[in-house]
């Protein structure tokens, strides 16, 4: 039929297959820089790891089969079913990886130990996206049993930390294997035999890729897949001219059968080496993690018709080339490159670590910001450039950990093999949290049966823990550097959490009684003065006692008063229409207002950069006094603290204030645009001078925008409305200042050491890492800080 008939009929047009599968190509290929590098790596050391100690000296062809099909099974089992087939499906509103796996527990039950969550959260339309629970249904057992029981909620979050501090040791660890291995390849061409010298070499080139990391992961997604693909090339092609060449036959080792033989020839040696197959996976995590760059069809596709066929046939090409040439184990991957391709393919994979050990690193640093966003890692400086991938981020202070990890690893240990132990190690305990926590979103999440999520832990967790029982004999022989890394990042966080807690209890316990002030009137027995105040506080309702600290220090506050709240709820990201929930504190003529503002724990804060927040704030401040007066919704005059409200929705937002860019300083006598009021300034000609010297002065001032509100003239049925409005922005052409808490925290006398410890160790931490008014991007020239002793 015609496709005019069909326009006739009123039947829909079909879509070109092109246009429908162009834009999953595309992304298919842009994850392959991303996603698979350190899997398509595995090649270069799996062989070398297996056929290690007492089995270097193997001299049977069914051993070597006998690998290949643990190999093809375990990378069958792991990767392509739990991973690609399962775990996809288990993604946070896009998002996967550990914390997204905590995350969904944490919404769809009470497991967070944060207590500053709010019923108006729910209201987050990432709460009701497809794949979220239904709270209508009966909750388990379990459920009930982990919200009842507090210590259950605490050795959640320590499983938590504990795959994420894997994780951050995987960082480290994988580009020393990886550049180690690929280095390898100098000793049969260059005829290096001193290992030192190897490791030199090593150094060098990981020094080189720390010191460019900065730089970000632009060139990942849009240069790097070219080498990937390159490289799974290359290894897809070397596989079958191996499995050609030197013994067709290796096909039958895809039976299990093999298996069995391998332990029936190698026997105890067999076991002890086991954990040298799980090497064939490592990597696999990265599909799941770092999902939130790509989509579920395109890494799907990439991997199922890409990544899988290449690796086995590369790993069969290994196992036939070995088959017949037992001597050449120990340098397996090299010795089974054909000699007339032996330098393309070294330069090839030298690049191709260069691009997976970037995106590794990349996604360390993507853990570490969504564990400092659940305040489980202390503050540091987390850089975003718009030039990188979106929601990419660098964190300088973790790149020279990682980087000073990976060089004491290289040259400490020297060996391959004995960096393997510590990196497989790594890998499957993060393999195994993420097993564990994967059961829970099927039953509480995905509300499946119990049994259906039993069968998924005892199905796949036995497994790992068969890896993993292997990999205990290891542990001196470098299985070790992962446990002591990750046993002090995870006091480091845990305490950094624990303190964190208890500093908000202490706030919420000593917040001030706002009725008490609110007796005083609408000056609140001080002076108020031109401008607005910014009070940020941790708590999403009541006072904080910095600001009656304040006043009782300085009788005199702004008139516009705003208590700021920035928190993180348990979404990827909040939509920017709904991240502000804006409130009023007390009666209108006291001029107090609340803002809660609310982040995911892959958003990257950025207010008080280039007044943008000052603006927002006042634009969403505006559309809640005009929204209040038109009776969308109530506020009873006179309650402490009044409905919140997301305006940023509001159809009209954005068309109750006029905002234009100022070019200078401005005194407010300036005449508005045409159907607009300007407010003039209430401050003396004094301090405007004095204010027109500073900002000449300062160079951080003359490079913030200004900004320029304007009262449309429209005519409001309530005049308070308007003297409300023109308030408003009188405070903010006068000026914005940040008050925030410096506060100092002890432990209590009586408390008992472990606590001692823990609240000292914490209070060290904020006295070493970045300040709060840094991690806020709140301008210091603006700033005002309270001092605050916290005895807890």
């Known amino acids: 039929m015609s496709s005019d008939a069909t326009r006739e009929r009123g039947e829909p047009t079909v879509v070109e297959p092109k246009s429908q599968y162009k834009p999953l190509l595309f992304l298919a290929y842009q994850s392959l820089g991303f996603l698979f590098g350190d899997l398509s790596l595995s090649p270069l050391y799996v062989y070398q790891s297996i056929f290690s100690g007492r089995l270097k000296q193997v001299q049977n062809e069914d051993a070597i089969f006998g690998a290949f099909s643990m190999i093809f099974w375990t990378l069958s089992i792991i990767s392509f079913l739990k991973y ?109 035999t001193n290992n030192s010298m190897v490791s030199l070499i090593s150094c060098v080139l990981l020094i080189g890729l720390f010191v460019l990391q900065h730089r970000g992961s632009y060139m990942v997604a849009f240069m790097f897949p070219p080498i990937i693909i390159l490289w799974l090339l290359s290894i897809f092609m070397i596989g079958i001219y191996n499995v050609i060449k030197w013994n067709p036959r290796v096909y039958q080792a895809l039976s299990p059968y093999y298996i069995y033989k391998f332990f029936r020839l190698t026997g105890k040696d067999g ?32 991997f199922f018709c890409v990544i899988y066929p290449c690796l086995v046939l590369q790993y069969m090409g290994q196992a036939a080339f070995l088959s017949k040439n037992l001597s050449a184990v120990p340098i397996s991957f090299y010795a089974s490159v054909p000699d007339f391709l032996f330098w393309p393919v070294f330069v090839v994979a030298a690049l191709a670590v260069i691009a997976a050990s970037q995106a590794v690193i990349s996604s360390t640093f993507s853990v570490v910001q969504q564990c400092h966003a659940f305040e489980c890692f202390p503050r540091v400086k987390i850089v975003h450039s718009r030039r990188w991938i979106n929601g990419q981020t660098y964190i300088p202070e973790i790149n020279w950990v990682l980087m000073i990890i990976s060089l004491a690893v290289t040259i400490g240990l020297g060996d391959m093999n004995h960096t393997g132990y510590a990196y497989g190690i790594a890998y499957l305990i993060v393999v195994f949290v993420t097993t564990c926590l994967a059961t829970l979103v099927i039953n509480l999440v995905w509300n499946q049966n119990l049994i259906v999520a039993l069968a998924f832990v005892l199905f796949f967790g036995s497994i790992e823990i068969l890896f993993l029982s292997s990999y205990c004999i290891k542990i001196p022989k470098g299985g070790w550097i992962p446990l002591v890394v990750s046993a002090v990042l995870m006091v480091v966080m845990y305490v950094w959490h624990y303190g964190s807690r208890k500093k908000y209890i202490f706030d919420m316990h000593n917040k001030v009684s706002m009725r008490s002030i609110l007796t005083l009137g609408p000056s609140l027995g001080i002076v108020r003065v031109p401008g607005m105040g910014l009070i940020y506080t941790e708590l999403a309702t009541g006072v904080p006692a910095s600001f009656t600290h304040f006043l009782t220090n300085l009788p005199a506050f702004y008139q516009v008063v705003v208590f700021v709240c920035v928190k993180t709820v348990p979404v990827p990201c909040v939509p920017h229409e709904e991240r502000y929930l804006i409130g009023r504190i007390g009666p209108k003529s006291y001029r107090m207002y609340r803002c809660i503002v609310r982040n995911g724990y892959k958003d990257v804060y950025t207010h008080g950069h280039d007044n943008d927040f000052e603006n927002d704030l006042v634009m969403s401040i505006a559309e809640f006094i005009q929204l209040e007066a038109e009776g969308c919704f109530r506020t009873e005059d006179g309650s402490v603290d009044g409905r919140m409200a997301v305006v940023r929705t509001s159809g009209k937002f954005g068309k109750r204030l006029q905002m234009s860019e100022s070019a200078g300083f401005d005194e407010g006598s300036s005449v508005g645009l045409s159907g607009a009021l300007t407010v003039t300034s209430s401050k003396s000609p004094t301090l405007k001078k004095l204010q027109a010297m500073y900002e000449q002065e300062s160079p951080e001032l003359n490079t913030r925008r200004r900004i320029k509100f304007e009262l449309l003239n429209i005519i409001y049925k309530d005049p308070r409305v308007k003297e409300e409005l023109m308030e408003l922005v009188e405070a903010k052409r006068a000026g914005a200042a940040y008050v925030i808490g410096h506060s100092h925290v002890k432990a209590k006398w009586n408390s008992s050491f472990v606590k001692r410890f823990a609240i000292n160790l914490y209070s060290f931490l904020r006295k070493n890492c970045r300040s709060p008014a840094v991690g806020l991007n709140i301008p210091q020239i603006c700033l005002i800080k309270v001092g605050m002793n916290y005895h807890v």
């Open 84 to 192: 690609a087939v399962i775990m996809l499906s288990a993604d946070d509103n896009g998002e996967g990886g550990i914390v997204a796996l905590y995350s969904q527990l944490c919404r769809n039950a009470k497991f967070c130990l944060l207590p500053n969550h709010q019923a108006s959260d729910e209201e987050l339309s990432a709460y009701h996206k497809p794949g979220s629970s239904n709270r209508n249904t009966q909750p388990s057992p379990l459920k009930r049993f982990i919200e009842k029981h507090k210590s259950t909620k605490v050795a959640l979050l320590i499983f938590v930390l504990l795959g994420a501090c894997m994780l951050i040791c995987v960082g480290a660890l994988m580009p020393a294997i990886s550049v180690l291995s690929s280095v390898q390849g100098l000793k049969i061409k260059a005829k290096i």
């Open 271 to 302: 076991w002890t080496n086991l954990g040298g197959v799980f090497l064939c996976v490592t990597g696999t995590e990265a599909m799941f993690a770092d999902l939130g760059y790509n989509r579920q069809a395109p890494v799907r596709v990439a």
